[in-house]
């Protein structure tokens, strides 16, 4: 039981099943109804979209075992009593274990382009693999560089759906409901990834500032270690400004089709909470408190993605 436990912290399962939500529900709320309308057939349906989903929580999952693998020491000092690697599962384990999602997850992904002819996926999540090894070998010790990627990836998760059906869409529609409903996936695509991009830029910024101690030791140059704690907290200000401002504007967008429940929805449990970490964000100064506050962006990011369900109603 203690490996199993080990092993599920090690993958960070909670993190691997956000991502699988994510892809449901922008497939079966946003996707799917809209290529009902179009009376068009996604391409990404049934064992390629189940498929498509397992490959983006392994390539994950590799990831993530990698770069516990070269934070052994940066864990020593910030999360001593949750570094696995070392411990429960030893490197060599950690290093096979790596290869072994990453190529299924890869494997998976050549069987997806093969039978769409879709071959960007292969190459994308190959891409993934090999950014996502940069980013725990070096790019996360470097300025911005670590958190702008991890973001990336993040708004990926759900464009890799998008693009695959628009794209589709673009090059064989001939009728204006076709077309139509081609634009509402690339808005409402785009629309979420840019939330997931701008939410992860600010956890990303929130862990540096709670991880501030042991990347020191080691010689990390993240932003709060270059530009100072208050520098980096202004950083996660303004970006919290443009993410609260946008959400504002799209509720009174959405407004005029009188969708008083998702509005309801989320200005309690998205935009009131975003406020909350912004009134939070300059007082905190320890480790605690910059973890409470990158729960709560989480959290965010979970309600955020959860907002598509209303979509599956109002679409």
């Given at each position: 039981m203690r490996f199993t436990a080990a092993f599920f912290k090690l993958i960070r399962l909670p993190n691997l099943i956000f991502i699988a939500l994510t892809q449901i529900l922008f497939n079966q709320a946003i996707l799917l109804p809209l290529l009902r309308k179009a009376?068009?057939?996604?391409?990404?349906?049934?064992?390629l979209f189940i498929l498509l989903v397992v490959a983006s929580v392994l390539i994950a999952a590799a990831g993530y075992i990698i770069n516990d693998y070269f934070d052994i020491n940066i864990d020593e000092v910030n999360k001593p009593?949750?570094?696995?690697?070392?411990?429960?599962?030893?490197?060599?384990?950690?290093?096979?274990?790596h290869f072994l999602f990453s190529g299924t997850g890869l494997l998976?992904?050549?069987?997806i382009s093969w039978k769409t002819g879709l071959w960007y996926i292969?190459?994308?999540?190959?891409?993934?693999?090999?950014l996502l090894f940069g980013y725990s070998a070096t790019l996360k010790r470097k300025l911005l560089s670590?958190?702008?990627?991890?973001?990336?990836?993040?708004?990926?998760?759900?464009?890799?759906?998008?693009?695959?059906?628009?794209?589709?869409m673009a090059f064989t529609a001939v009728d204006p409901v076709y077309l139509e409903q081609h634009t509402k996936i690339v808005r409402l695509g785009f629309l979420y990834a840019g939330f997931a991009f701008v939410s992860s830029l600010i956890r990303e910024a929130i862990k540096d500032?709670?991880?501030?101690?042991?990347?020191?030791?080691?010689?990390?140059?993240?932003?709060?270690?270059?530009?100072?704690?208050?520098?980096?907290?202004?950083?996660?200000a303004v970006w919290l400004v443009v993410l609260i401002a946008i959400l504002v504007i799209v509720q009174f967008y959405v407004l005029q089709f009188r969708?008083?429940?998702?509005?309801s929805y989320s200005i309690l449990l998205i935009i009131g909470p975003l406020i909350y970490i912004f009134s939070k964000l300059f007082p905190a100064v320890t480790p605690a408190e910059f973890h409470r506050l990158s729960r709560w962006i989480k959290t965010v990011m979970l309600t955020g993605i959860l907002s598509m369900i209303f979509f599956y109603y109002y679409l």
């Open positions: 009376e068009t057939v996604p391409v990404l349906h049934g064992r009593r949750k570094n696995v690697v070392d411990r429960m599962v030893s490197r060599r384990w950690a290093m096979l274990l998976f992904s050549f069987y292969l190459v994308a999540n190959f891409a993934c693999v090999g670590g958190n702008i990627l991890i973001s990336l990836l993040t708004a990926w998760v759900i464009l890799i759906l998008c693009l695959s059906e628009s794209r589709y500032m709670e991880d501030m101690e042991g990347d020191a030791r080691y010689g990390c140059r993240t932003m709060p270690i270059v530009w100072g704690l208050n520098a980096s907290k202004v950083y996660v969708w008083w429940l998702p509005v």
